[in-house]
């Protein structure tokens, strides 16, 4: 029986549009994540996962300890219901969030929040200076971890953190320490353009030339400085952690000494980007179906709804992938539609009206905004429906 036949057999009762996960495909890319850590923790990357039970079951395998979760909300939420360990990736300016997690002594004391300025600290102190007894406030300084060459007129990764130097960090740190009410626990660097960049891409030798060697370069530039960055902020904090990389680096980021986490969490339902790495192949796990509702033409099937795209740099690449049946595409002129989407090709002949088309989303948490539910897949059943973010009524972005 073939993956298209399991998820159909599996999920025969339901309506679509649906989004279900893959057991088994989760489960077998996660051991590769672990293996590819090297025994280093792998903290959970809450935005690829967005549903709080399949937190639960991931952090309840060997090699994954704590959450980087994406806002201050969403922490206190969790933590609420039992999680511990949770780091807050992305500077917060929720004033409301700051002054409960100031005045909450157990939230404080399992949530780290991100900053990378003193203009950060200024608004934290201005957010909590009402709050009665407050409690001590967990910092993480997020280092830029881009690669930048011929004299700064060339930059590859993400537009985040203001600080780049040792004496950076190390002035950041200092100011940090003069201020009560607050701990520095520990720094963190994403380095974007190797972890989220794919070194397969379907694209000329050139491009693909120029990527590997971009990466290669930026990660021995890495081994360096975020080295030094650590020793210099260590002269002011007894660091916890020091995390980095994602899922398309881990095995690079895991030998630098300096680093005691790696951060993944795209990798556990392997989204179509992740399709173009050499380093690893993983299981495509989570997909949504959607029913054909139309057929317009002999190789033309339109089904339901479709339009999930995923953020980043408009283009086709942040277009859902039409997975199964094999052989789908979209047209030129509609794409994936707001509430239909036409797809051409000989796979469309044997479709009729109310058969499902599986899709792979772009990315891996975005799906989740997008559906209530998870239904979990083990071979050809479905053993549990599980909530999302958005099924548990949280919309946190």
Same mark, same amino acid.
């Given at each position: 029986?073939?993956?298209?036949?399991?998820? $159909?057999?599996?999920?025969?009762?339901?309506?679509?549009?649906?989004?279900?996960?893959?057991?088994?495909?989760?489960?077998?890319?996660?051991?590769?994540?672990?293996?590819?850590?090297?025994?280093?923790?792998?903290?959970?990357?809450?935005?690829?996962?967005?549903?709080?039970?399949?937190?639960?079951?991931?952090?309840?395998?060997?090699?994954?300890?704590?959450?980087?979760?994406?806002?201050?909300?969403?922490?206190?939420?969790?933590?609420?219901?039992?999680?511990?360990?949770?780091?807050?990736?992305?500077?917060?300016?929720?004033?409301?969030?700051?002054?409960?997690?100031?005045?909450?002594?157990?939230?404080?004391?399992?949530?780290?929040?991100?900053? $990378?300025?003193?203009?950060?600290?200024?608004?934290?102190?201005?957010?909590?200076?009402?709050?009665?007894?407050?409690?001590?406030?967990?910092?993480?300084?997020?280092?830029?971890?881009?690669?930048?060459?011929? %004299?700064? @007129?060339?930059?590859? %990764?993400?537009?985040?953190?203001?600080?780049?130097?040792?004496?950076?960090?190390?002035?950041?740190?200092?100011?940090?320490?003069?201020?009560?009410?607050?701990?520095?626990?520990?720094?963190?660097?994403?380095?974007?353009?190797?972890?989220?960049?794919?070194?397969?891409?379907?694209?000329?030798?050139?491009?693909?030339?120029?990527?590997?060697?971009?990466?290669?370069?930026?990660?021995? $530039?890495?081994?360096?400085?975020?080295?030094?960055?650590?020793?210099?902020?260590?002269?002011?904090?007894?660091?916890?952690?020091?995390?980095?990389?994602?899922?398309?680096?881990?095995?690079?980021?895991?030998?630098?000494?300096?680093?005691?986490?790696?951060?993944?969490?795209?990798?556990?339902?392997?989204?179509?980007?992740?399709?173009?790495?050499?380093?690893?192949?993983?299981?495509?796990?989570?997909?949504?179906?959607?029913?054909?509702?139309?057929?317009?033409?002999?190789?033309?099937?339109?089904?339901?709804?479709? %339009?999930?795209?995923?953020?980043?740099?408009?283009?086709?690449?942040?277009?859902?992938?039409?997975?199964?049946?094999?052989?789908?595409?979209?047209?030129?002129?509609?794409?994936?539609?707001?509430?239909?989407?036409?797809?051409?090709?000989?796979?469309?002949?044997?479709?009729?009206?109310?058969?499902?088309?599986?899709?792979?989303?772009? @990315?891996?948490?975005?799906?989740?905004?997008?559906?209530?539910?998870?239904?979990?897949?083990?071979?050809?059943?479905?053993?549990?429906?599980?909530?999302?973010?958005?099924?548990?009524?949280?919309?946190?972005?």
């Amino acid at each position: 029986m073939d993956d298209r036949q399991r998820y $159909d057999r599996a999920t025969a009762a339901l309506e679509p549009p649906f989004a279900i996960l893959d057991l088994a495909a989760m489960r077998a890319n996660a051991a590769d994540l672990v293996r590819r850590a090297a025994g280093k923790p792998i903290r959970v990357a809450s935005k690829s996962v967005r549903s709080r039970s399949l937190l639960e079951r991931i952090l309840a395998m060997d090699g994954f300890q704590g959450i980087m979760a994406f806002t201050l909300p969403e922490a206190l939420w969790l933590v609420a219901h039992g999680f511990t360990d949770i780091l807050v990736a992305y500077p917060t300016a929720d004033r409301q969030a700051l002054g409960s997690l100031a005045g909450d002594a157990h939230a404080a004391g399992h949530i780290t929040v991100t900053i $990378d300025s003193p203009a950060h600290l200024d608004f934290i102190e201005t957010a909590v200076a009402a709050v009665h007894r407050r409690a001590e406030i967990r910092i993480c300084i997020d280092i830029d971890a881009g690669y930048v060459a011929l %004299g700064g @007129k060339f930059r590859a %990764g993400v537009l985040r953190s203001t600080i780049r130097e040792p004496d950076e960090a190390a002035d950041l740190a200092a100011d940090l320490a003069k201020r009560p009410g607050f701990r520095l626990a520990g720094l963190m660097a994403y380095e974007a353009q190797i972890a989220g960049v794919g070194d397969a891409p379907r694209a000329n030798a050139a491009y693909t030339r120029a990527v590997r060697l971009m990466q290669s370069q930026s990660a021995r $530039d890495l081994v360096v400085r975020r080295g030094r960055i650590v020793n210099a902020v260590r002269q002011f904090a007894d660091l916890e952690f020091v995390n980095g990389g994602g899922t398309g680096s881990i095995e690079r980021t895991v030998r630098e000494k300096a680093i005691t986490e790696v951060a993944a969490g795209s990798g556990l339902f392997h989204p179509r980007l992740f399709d173009f790495y050499r380093r690893f192949t993983g299981h495509p796990a989570a997909m949504f179906a959607l029913p054909v509702v139309r057929r317009p033409g002999q190789d033309t099937v339109t089904v339901l709804g479709g %339009g999930y795209l995923a953020s980043g740099t408009p283009g086709p690449s942040r277009l859902p992938q039409p997975y199964l049946p094999a052989g789908l595409r979209y047209t030129r002129d509609e794409g994936a539609g707001e509430v239909q989407t036409p797809l051409l090709g000989q796979a469309a002949q044997d479709l009729r009206i109310g058969d499902r088309v599986w899709f792979r989303h772009a @990315k891996a948490g975005e799906l989740c905004e997008r559906f209530d539910t998870l239904h979990l897949v083990e071979g050809d059943t479905v053993v549990e429906s599980i909530p999302t973010y958005r099924g548990e009524g949280q919309t946190f972005l």
